[in-house]
């Protein structure tokens, strides 16, 4: 099975410009999760889907990130414009849908980091 | 505002001998606790959780203690291994808000050394 993917795995660009981060989710996870890790800092919550839906996008720092997850499948976050707080390695995480289990896990992808100059 | 909280930003053990990293919590609606360890340029991978309920969750050379009174938690790894390297993130999950969102501490970097 493959494991959560995310594109670009580096993306250095200027302050001012777009950039778009990809994420592709573990096959049959409804569930899938935007974070970001500044540096030396904790890793935190940006976003949440269910399938297509935006369950919860609290964490969303403004509305220069607008996050979409077409047809319930990848997800992608656009940053418009890049700030030079942007920087930070943004990860994407997927699990499987609740069926009232106690603990779902969460599957990591292996983060964008993301540079704004 | 920070809920969970890892205070010490690195450890350094000796191959063989035991590893304890902690964590601490200010909400107490929290209902599972997690660490996730993680290696340079890959994402984090789950290791271990415990419940709220629970003050002890064991699984081959990692234990888990949570003691609720205190807030606290910490993760046990006997014997440690190089291979163990890597930064250790403390989670925290509450049920009945967004589903499987997760808060989390700022990481331990442990080093293990021959």
């Known amino acids: 099975e493959a494991g959560v993917t995310q594109f670009p795995s580096h993306s250095v660009i200027e302050k001012g410009q777009t950039v778009t981060l990809r994420c592709d989710p573990i096959?049959?996870?409804?569930?899938l999760y935007w974070y970001r890790r500044v540096m030396g800092k904790e890793i935190k919550f940006l976003l949440h889907?269910?399938?297509?839906?935006?369950?919860?996008e609290s964490g969303m720092p403004n509305n220069r990130f607008l996050a979409e997850r077409t047809g319930g499948t990848y997800s992608t976050l656009k940053v418009q414009p890049a700030e030079l707080e942007d920087s930070g390695v943004y990860f994407c995480?997927?699990?499987?849908?609740?069926?009232?289990?106690?603990?779902?896990?969460?599957?990591f992808g292996q983060g964008t980091r993301l540079t704004v100059v | 505002d920070q809920q969970v909280k890892q205070n010490s930003p690195s450890l350094s053990v000796q191959e063989g001998r035991i590893s304890i990293l902690n964590c601490d919590y200010t909400n107490s609606m929290f209902d599972y606790f997690l660490w996730y360890k993680k290696y340079p340029a890959e994402g984090p991978t789950f290791l271990i959780s415990i419940s709220s309920i629970k003050d002890k969750n064991e699984d081959g050379r990692f234990t888990v203690f949570l003691n609720k009174s205190a807030k606290h938690l910490s993760l046990h790894i006997v014997p440690s291994q190089p291979g163990d390297s890597a930064v250790y993130f403390c989670a925290a999950e509450k049920r009945g808000s967004t589903l499987g969102r997760l808060y989390f501490g700022r990481g331990t970097q442990l080093t293990v050394w021959p």
């Open positions: 889907f269910v399938k297509e839906s935006k369950q919860d």
């Open positions: 995480a997927s699990s499987r849908p609740d069926r009232g289990q106690a603990f779902t896990e969460a599957f």
């Open positions: 096959s049959g996870h409804d569930n």
